[in-house]
């Protein structure tokens, strides 16, 4: 059922699918399929001659008429799913079908059942030969003719997929068609740093912030975003032209009260990946109080749960990045071949910043000089320190995060647009809006080689995406 309706979602990169199953299957995922606007062609497979010529003879009498499907039918049609077999099953639909809707524009179910087919079809089991397809306007017109050969195939490549200038169109649920946007020059960025964005875990960061000390900035800037449901977050994404996000697993230390007040689980963040894989990047947290449990559940986060690197946060821990009770996760992360970022420079929240010095990582690389790295939110008020260890190592890379574009600094600007510069550095946001960040980004006069690289491939090479 799964493969059947992952052409209906963009993020799935399916466009057609094509394969065989029971007729429960093909009913439910129809149902789902219509429900969704998009649109399904089963053919019946009689297990022998007998069973074809029932159909045949069943068949005969009811015409290539098709039939539309509303969603707040579906606990009734699960009742036909208990049909003595898979022709009775179809008959029994198309029969509340014309009770209940009559012809339809968008149909489910062609029933038109050729004579000639009943043996070609012949399989055990009485599986269907089914094809679903993503809801193009122009695909419709071609509905009674599309048959499961290269002909077609190659009749889709040429007809969606050719012209620089192609945008697929999906059906939203409101039964609305949406076009997939994107960000200037059709580049489909990726955004490197993010939070937990659930309600429950803003709520539970906003209760433990109660009795911490709240500096001007932070203050001023307001509490990290939240949305409803992860369909609300891609829909905000999307609407930016956002491809993907990297949801940390951020464990910040009180530097004033001497404990996590931000605890973010793995599961917290493997619940994005688990939903929506295609849409969200995990990055393990590490607690250098605990070093044992935190070495074992990124590698447990890698391995089993598909993350893609590590975050840290080191200021409340009052110690620097290059202490020696970093260098175990350094350690873990060459050996798992995981990139770590880190936020380097000046902190928001009430601990001290001088332990994120950005020309402590000049130390770590020359330790770990097959450790991977990102400097996060810029290294201000040490931009410079940044940039000279990202233009010394070959494994350092520049974090733009945290920061709206019209604000980085004229040096940081230039960096990103230089020759050595520009295949190190990544846009990220730290939870700032999507699309003003974008906007601000055009403005900044990148170089298109240039944009397209901040915004998208370096982390994809980075990460490995």
């Not at 309706?5 to 399929?33: H, W």
């Not at 709206?404 to 990220?428: A, F, T, V």
Request: with cysteine; charged share 25%.
């Amino acid at each position: 059922l799964a493969a059947c309706l992952a052409p209906c979602f963009p993020e799935t990169g399916v466009d057609v699918y094509m394969g065989t199953g029971g007729g429960a299957e093909a009913l439910m995922s129809s149902v789902a399929i219509k429900c969704l606007g998009g649109d399904i062609l089963v053919r019946l497979a009689p297990v022998d001659d007998a069973e074809a010529k029932k159909a045949i003879e069943l068949l005969a009498t009811r015409g290539e008429d098709s039939f539309g499907l509303s969603a707040k039918y579906g606990d009734e049609i699960l009742r036909f799913l208990e049909g003595e077999n898979e022709i009775e099953l179809f008959l029994n639909l198309e029969d509340f079908l014309k009770r209940h809707l009559g012809p339809g524009n968008w149909p489910v179910v062609p029933w038109g059942f050729p004579g000639r087919v009943a043996s070609k079809f012949l399989r055990p089991n009485a599986i269907r030969e089914c094809l679903s397809i993503l809801s193009f306007d122009e695909a419709i017109h071609l509905r009674t003719h599309l048959t499961l050969n290269g002909d077609f195939l190659s009749l889709f490549q040429r007809r969606f997929y050719n012209g620089p200038n192609n945008k697929c169109q999906r059906r939203t649920n409101d039964g609305l068609i949406a076009k997939e946007e994107t960000m200037g020059n059709g580049i489909q960025t990726i955004d490197f740093m993010y939070y937990v964005a659930t309600p429950e875990f803003i709520s539970r960061w906003n209760e433990a912030k109660k009795g911490e000390l709240i500096c001007r900035m932070e203050r001023a800037i307001g509490g990290l975003p939240q949305y409803d449901s992860f369909e609300a977050m891609i829909a905000k994404m999307d609407d930016a032209g956002v491809d993907k996000v990297f949801i940390t697993q951020c464990k910040m230390w009180s530097y004033r009260n001497k404990w996590m007040y931000m605890d973010t689980t793995v599961a917290e963040v493997a619940q994005y990946l688990q939903r929506y894989p295609d849409r969200f990047v995990g990055l393990a947290g590490y607690n250098p109080f605990r070093i044992k449990e935190s070495l074992h559940e990124i590698e447990h986060s890698v391995k089993e749960l598909g993350f893609k690197g590590v975050y840290i946060h080191i200021y409340g821990f009052d110690i620097p990045l290059h202490d020696s009770r970093m260098y175990p996760l350094y350690a873990k992360c060459v050996e798992l071949n995981i990139p770590v970022s880190m936020q380097v420079g000046h902190v928001l929240e009430a601990m001290p910043s001088e332990h994120a010095r950005p020309i402590y990582l000049d130390r770590i690389a020359s330790d770990f000089p097959d450790l991977k790295m990102i400097g996060a939110h810029t290294g201000w008020p040490w931009v410079e320190e940044l940039i000279s260890v990202c233009y010394k190592w070959d494994n350092v890379y520049f974090g733009i995060d945290a920061w709206m574009p019209k604000y980085l600094r004229p040096e940081i600007i230039h960096y990103i647009n230089s020759r050595m510069g520009q295949d190190r550095c990544l846009w990220g946001t730290n939870g700032l809006p999507w699309k003003e960040s974008l906007d601000q980004v055009e403005a900044l006069g990148l170089k298109d080689e240039t944009k397209r690289k901040l915004l998208r491939d370096n982390v994809v090479q980075l990460f490995g995406l």
